[in-house]
C-alpha cells in the first residue's frame, strides 16, 4: 500500500506542475489587465501609473521569466505576493480556508447522509408513495438554482420569521467565546449549509437509489433472501454495501471541487471563505492569488482522490491496490 | 407626475432635509457603535497608495487631509487651520493644527506634509497631476507649509480633501519598501477612529481616537465596516437591523424605494458634490459612423434620457447638459440641446449616409441597473435605425477594450472633484489620447480650440476670465458631441434615523464619521 500512495504522489506532483503552467497560461489570455484595472479604481490613468503598476506586479517582464519565477516560488511552497490585497497569498488563502472547510465539509456531510438514506428509503419502498415523494424532494432541490434557494431562505428564516442571521460567520462585535460562540457560529452555519448541502443531495440519493435496485436484482441476493436472511440484514449488509461503490466514487470527485465549487453560496450568505476569494480575484486580474487558489484546489482534488481509492479498499476488499 | 418621479423629488429635496436638519437643532450624544456597508471589499487600506472608491470610504475615517469641502464645495480647515494666498496667486501658505497627534502618539508637523507630497507623487496618480503646478513646497517651521506655484492655478485650493492627498506618516514610511511596509495593514492616521481589525472577508472594525485634536469628537465608540458580496443580502441585512448605514451604491437603485419608506429610515443624495458622478457614452470618434458628428448627435437625440432617469434610476439624478455637472464650478446650461426627438436622430442619420453599419455597445458589469441601461440605449438606437450589436464583458475585460479603443460605444460613468480643471478637461484633451489607458480622453476626440480652452482655463486669473473660458468650452463640446451625456448619477444613502449629522460635507460619506453621533 505505501508503494501505492507513494507513486500516486509523484504522480500528483506531475499534475500539479502541468495544471500550474495551463492556468497561468489560460488566466493570462482572458482579456484584462490587472494594472489596468486598479489604475480605473484609482479613478486616474496615466502612462506612468500604469507603468509603475506593471513593474510592481512583474508584468513588465517576459512571460516565460514570469512563468520560471512562479514556478521557482511554488516548488519552495511560496504562492507569491498579492499586490492588489498587498499582502501574501498563502497567507490570504489560510485566513480563508477555515471557513470554506467549515461550510464545504458540512454541506458535504449534510449531502452525503441524507443523499444515501433517501436513496436508500427510495429504493426499499421503489414505485410507492414514498420513493415518489423523495424523488420529487430531491430533484426540486437540484433543478432550484442555488441563488434562488439561499435569497429564499433569508427571506423566510431571516426577514419573515427571525430565527436564522441571514450573513456572515459570526455575530459581528458580539465578541462571544466558548460554547456561546460555537452556538453562533452554527446558527450562521445552519442556512448556507443546507442550501449547498441540499442541492448535491438529490445526486447521491438519485445514484444510491439506482445503484442499490440494481444490485437488488443480482443471484447473491436472491442467495441471501432464500438463506432466510431478514429484509434488513439483506438491505444493509448486501445490498448497500455492494451499491455504495459509485456514490463514494461520485462523493470523493464532489469533495475535491468543494473547496473552489462554493462560490454562489459564499456570496449570497457573505461567507468568508475561498469561493469568494476566488472570484474577486478573477474580476480584479489578481493573477498570483488566483493561481494560488487554483493551486490549493487541485492539492486538494488530488488529495481527496487518494483518499477515495484507499476507501474503495475498505468498502470492497475484493479491490487490490495495485503498484 | 408618475410615482418615481415624486420619489425623485422627495429623495432630492425633503428627505434630504428631514435627513440633516432636526440633527443640527439636537445636542450631540457620544457613545455607540455605526455597522455600515462597505462593498466590495477593499484591496487595502493605505489610502496614499490605494485610492478605490471602497478604501476611501473605510481610510477616510483613519487618513486626513489638510483640508475638506462644504457642499458648496468652499475649503473647510482640517489638518490646516488656515491659509493664504499670495497677490499673484502663485504661492500657498497653509498653517497647521498644533496638538495633532498621529495614532501612535508621534507628532504631526509640516515634515509629514512634505513627505506626503513626494510620496504620493509616486503612488498616486490623481495627486501627481494635481502637483503638476507646484514649483517648490517648503516647511519654514513645524507648523507652516508653503506652495510656490510655477504658475496661478485656479483649482489648487480644491486638491487637499483626504481621498486626494491624505497625509502619511513620514516616520513610519520613510526610508521603507512602501508596497511592502507593514503599515499598510495596519495604517496609522491622524484620523477621528483608529484601525483596530480586519477579519478578510467579514468586517473592517474601527474604534474611536481618544486623542483627537477635535475635543468631543468623534461621538460614536466604533464602526463595523461589514463587507457583504451580493446586492440583495445588504438590502436585507439594513431590513433585519444588521447594519445602520448603507452607503451611497450599496444597494441595486430599484431597491431604493422600498428600503426608503421602512420605519425610521432616513434617505439623502448629500455628500457627493465633491465627486458629482456624470454618466455618458463613450462614443468612438476614430472610426466607422461615429466618426461623422451627425451620427454622434443622432445618438443624443435617440436616447430618452427622462424615461432612464425616471424608470431605471428610480427618478434618482438629473438629465446632463453637458460635460459639467451642474454641481460642480462655471456650470452652464447654456448650450445647444438635445431632448428626445427620435424623428430628427432618423433624418441626421440619413443625411450623414448611415446604412445600417454593425455599432457594437459595451455596457458597464457595475450590476443590474446598468444592465437594463444598457438594454434601454440599445432599445432606443434600433427604433432611429441604427443596427446595435451588445458586447457583454466583465469589468476587467470591458476596460481593456475601452483602452484599446476597441468599442463603437461604450457605458461609463466619472467623477468631476469640483472644478473643470481636475476632473472635465481630462476626457477632452488631445494630449489624454494614449491607448492602454481608460479614463482618458478615449474616443479619440482632437480639438486645438479646446486644448487651448482647457490649457488656458486652469491657469486663468480672476475666477470670472476662468468663467468664461469653460462656458465657451462647454457650448463647444456640446455642439460636437464627443461623447453621449447621460446623467448626473444620485447615489442615495440610507441610514437609520437614530444616525444623525452622517453627512456634513461635500465629501459625503468619504469624509469620515467624526461628526456623526447616535440618538440612541
Known sequence: MLSFVAQRVVKGVIVLLAIVVLNFFLIRLAPGDPAIVMAGEAGASDQVFVRQLREKFGLDKPLP?????????????????????????????????????????????????????????????????????????????????????????????????????????????????GPAHVVDVARHLVMPAMTLGLFFMATYTRMTRASMLEVKRLDFVKTARAKGLSDSVIQRRHVLRNALLPVVTLAGVHAGTLIGGAVITETVFAWPGIGRLMYDALLQRDYNLLLGVFVTCSVMVLIFNLITDLIYRLVDPRIEFAA | MSKRVLLGLLLACGLTASALTPALAQEPKAGGVINAVIQPEPPGLMLAMIQNGPTQMVSGNIFEGLLRYNPKLEPLPELAESWSVSEDAKTYTFKLRKGVTWHDGKPFTSADVLFSIEMLKQTHARARTNLAQVDKVEAPDDTTVVFTLKQPFGPFLGIFEVGSMPMVPKHLYEGTDWKTNPYNNA?????????????????????????YYEKGKPYIDEIYWQIIPDAAAR???????????????????????????????????????????????????????LADKRVRQAVMYAIDRDFAKDVIWNGLGKVATGPSSSAIKYYT??????????????????EAGYKGEKIRILPLAYGETWQRWGEAVKQ????????????????AGGNQKIGDWDYDIAFTYLYQYGDPALGV????????????????????????????????????????????????????????????????????????CKVKNLITTGIGVNDGFKDAWLDK
Open chain 2, 187 to 211: 495604517p496609522v492616521g491622524t484620523g477621528p477612529f483608529m484601525f483596530k481589525e480586519w477579519q478578510k472577508g467579514s468586517f473592517i472594525r474601527l474604534v474611536k481616537n481618544p486623542n
Open chain 2, 380 to 395: 432606443n438606437l434600433m427604433d432611429v435605425g441604427m443596427n446595435i450589436e451588445t458586447i457583454s464583458t466583465d469589468v
Open chain 1, 65 to 177: 521569466e514570469q512563468l520560471f519565477i512562479y514556478v521557482k516560488g511554488i516548488a519552495t511552497l511560496d504562492l507569491g505576493f498579492s499586490f492588489r490585497q498587498q499582502a501574501p497569498v498563502a497567507k490570504l488563502i489560510a485566513e480563508r480556508l477555515p471557513a470554506t472547510l467549515l461550510l464545504t465539509l458540512t454541506a458535504f456531510a449534510i449531502s452525503l447522509v441524507l443523499g444515501v438514506l433517501f436513496g436508500t428509503f427510495a429504493a426499499r419502498f421503489a414505485g410507492t408513495m414514498l420513493d415518489t415523494g423523495i424523488t420529487i424532494f430531491a430533484l426540486i432541490f437540484y433543478a432550484m438554482p442555488i441563488f434562488w434557494v439561499a435569497l429564499m431562505g433569508i427571506l423566510l428564516f431571516s426577514v419573515t420569521v427571525d430565527w436564522l442571521p441571514s450573513f456572515g460567520y459570526e455575530t459581528v462585535g458580539a465578541n462571544l467565546t
Open chain 2, 235 to 289: 438590502s436585507v441585512a439594513y431590513e433585519t437591523g444588521k447594519v445602520d448605514v448603507l452607503p451611497g451604491g450599496s444597494v441595486e437603485n430599484f431597491d431604493v424605494p422600498r428600503l426608503s419608506k421602512l420605519k425610521d429610515t432616513c434617505v439623502t443624495g448629500a455628500g457627493w458634490e465633491f465627486f458629482s458622478p456624470l454618466a455618458w457614452l463613450w462614443l468612438n470618434n476614430r472610426q466607422g459612423p
Open chain 2, 425 to 496: 478637461g481630462r476626457n477632452y484633451i488631445s494630449s489624454n489620447i494614449a491607448k492602454g489607458q481608460v479614463f482618458n480622453n478615449v474616443e479619440g476626440y482632437s480639438n486645438p480650440e479646446i486644448d487651448k480652452l482647457f490649457a488656458d482655463g486652469a491657469v486663468a486669473t480672476p475666477d470670472s476670465k476662468r468663467k468664461e473660458i469653460y462656458e465657451k468650452a462647454q457650448k463647444i463640446l456640446v455642439e460636437d458631441v464627443p461623447v453621449a451625456w447621460m446623467l448626473e448619477l444620485q447615489f442615495p444613502t440610507i441610514m437609520s
Open chain 2, 333 to 350: 446650461d447654456d448650450v445647444p440641446k438635445y431632448p428626445y426627438d427620435p424623428a430628427k436622430a432618423k433624418a441626421l442619420l440619413k
